[in-house]
């Protein structure tokens, strides 16, 4: 695989573009897929590095949480955390710190067992009450040593999200639910009251730093309602990102996702965020990919390299402005491109191609007509230009439900497919199904077709 230098990947990666300016930019045929769109998770240190380009992960998932690192009240222990960081900087990738998992011992409800992560990890604490009030003592003392921790390191944390998926019961119960009171904008008020309390900290130790709203999840309609009343109820005011998990599955079995669901998804979240002036703000997809295989069977490679690179495509070309895929090397199967176990990075699944494939085929490509239907039919195209070489123009297109063909004008001489494959356009049409393939209307000379 053809990867960027170091200086194109240090290049942006503080770019703060709005939806509503790369929305313009992509009606206008001119906006560029940025290297920082592309994000990971990594499910453990002991994983080899990924041999795949991405400038940015999340710390979601990476022994990293709150109820990790404060071992004891004012008690710190950030080993793990500075491996990660160890890493990242090794490779030129900056991070994401996604606050979740209340220590038990400040936890308001510390015997809840059904809470993810550990016992009572997800309640708030009790110093901060049902309505936003309360000292908030525990969690800012909390930002305030893992903020300092990460100044004395030269700041590699620089975007900081303020919950992960608050509307699922098992990662965030507002107190209001416990006590049974939970009229708007009750249940937002505590989040809020810690976003307001984590941005005035980091912002005091880093101005260039970047807040991200909490990122809820559920299609369609269960992220994009939660966050109209975050932002309704405020929250807005403590965030510089609108950040979300793309997952658009139903969670049962046989029913497998559909990427072009997103589609239908991200405009209803644009739709949200546009309401509650907050068009400014770019929009994060901190989180997606197939999801759990346990809970749909959705567990056939070919699928899932499919889903990669459709899901990928259209959410750059919906204006997210970057996305962390979930995850590389996760071992029950939700999205992982990492074969393991072997040592080498390289063994990767077949959708690990199709990762490489399409970072390859898109990055630095200049989106000249935004993915969309053809009249009638289930076909999809996108296409794109390059100042380098002279004149670059190629096409990524597929069908959604069956083989069929796609009829190619003469400038296009060759097409690849996820896997690397290069063949010469000799007919007028050529096979098209549920894998994107690229045409291109000469060699990219940096190897796009190439792994």
């Known amino acids: 695989m053809v990867l960027p230098t170091v200086a194109w990947a240090q290049n942006g990666l503080l770019k703060r573009e709005g939806s509503a300016t790369i929305g313009h930019q992509i009606e206008a045929g001119e906006y560029v897929i940025p290297n920082t769109f ?6 453990s240190l002991s994983t080899p590095w990924p041999n795949a380009y991405f400038a940015n992960q999340r710390l979601e998932g990476s ?3 709150w109820w990790n690192l404060e071992v004891g009240p004012g008690k710190y222990d950030y080993t793990y955390l500075d491996q990660w960081i160890a890493l990242a900087q090794q490779h030129n990738v900056t991070l994401t710190y996604t606050f979740a998992g209340v220590p038990q011992f400040y936890s308001s409800v510390p015997d809840d067992a059904t809470c993810a992560f550990n016992t009572g990890a997800c309640h708030p604490p009790k110093d901060l009450n049902e309505d936003g009030s309360g000292t908030d003592a525990s969690f800012q003392n909390f930002v305030t040593d893992l903020v300092r921790h990460n100044a004395a390191l030269g700041n590699p944390i620089q975007y900081w999200e303020m919950w992960n998926e608050p509307d699922q019961a098992k990662l965030w119960i507002p107190t209001c639910v416990v006590l049974n009171n939970c009229q708007f904008p009750l249940r937002y008020a505590q989040l809020i009251r810690m976003a307001k309390d984590a941005s005035a900290i980091i912002k005091a130790a880093n101005p260039n730093a970047l807040i991200l709203t909490p990122a809820p999840v ?25 950040s979300f998990h793309g997952y658009v599955n139903r969670w049962v079995m046989g029913n497998f996702p559909f990427a072009e669901n ?8 644009k739709g949200v965020v546009a309401r509650n002036g907050q068009q400014a703000k770019p929009l994060w997809v901190s989180e997606g990919g197939w999801g759990n295989i346990i809970l749909d069977g959705f567990d056939n490679a070919v699928l899932q390299a499919a889903f990669l690179a459709r899901y990928t495509l259209l959410l750059q070309s919906l204006g997210i402005a970057r996305s962390y895929w979930y995850q590389w ?17 390289g063994n990767m699944r077949l959708a690990g ?5 399409i970072v390859n085929w898109t990055m630095g490509a200049t989106l000249t007509s935004a993915c969309t239907t053809l009249k009638r039919t289930t076909v999809w195209v996108c296409k794109y230009a390059r100042s380098t070489p002279a004149n670059y123009q190629a096409i990524i297109v597929w069908d ?8 190619v004008i003469k400038k296009f001489t060759q097409y690849c497919d996820l896997k690397g494959n290069v ?5 007028k049409t050529v096979h098209i199904g549920i894998w994107p393939i690229l045409l291109e209307n000469g060699n990219l000379g940096q190897g796009a077709c190439q792994q």
């Open 38 to 43: 592309f994000g990971m998770h990594i499910n």
């Open 63 to 65: 022994d990293v949480n």
């Open 218 to 242: 559920g299609y369609i309609d269960g992220a994009t309602i939660w966050m109209d009343n975050y932002l309704k109820a405020g929250g807005g005011q403590y965030a510089d990102v609108i």
């Open 262 to 269: 997103e589609d239908k998804f991200i405009h209803e979240m």
């Open 329 to 345: 090397d996760q071992p029950g199967g939700a999205g992982t491109l990492w074969q393991g176990p072997a040592a080498a990075a």
């Open 353 to 357: 191609y199709a990762y490489n494939s």
């Open 400 to 407: 959604t439900r069956k083989s069929s063909t796609y009829g």
């Open 423 to 427: 063949t010469a356009v000799r007919r």
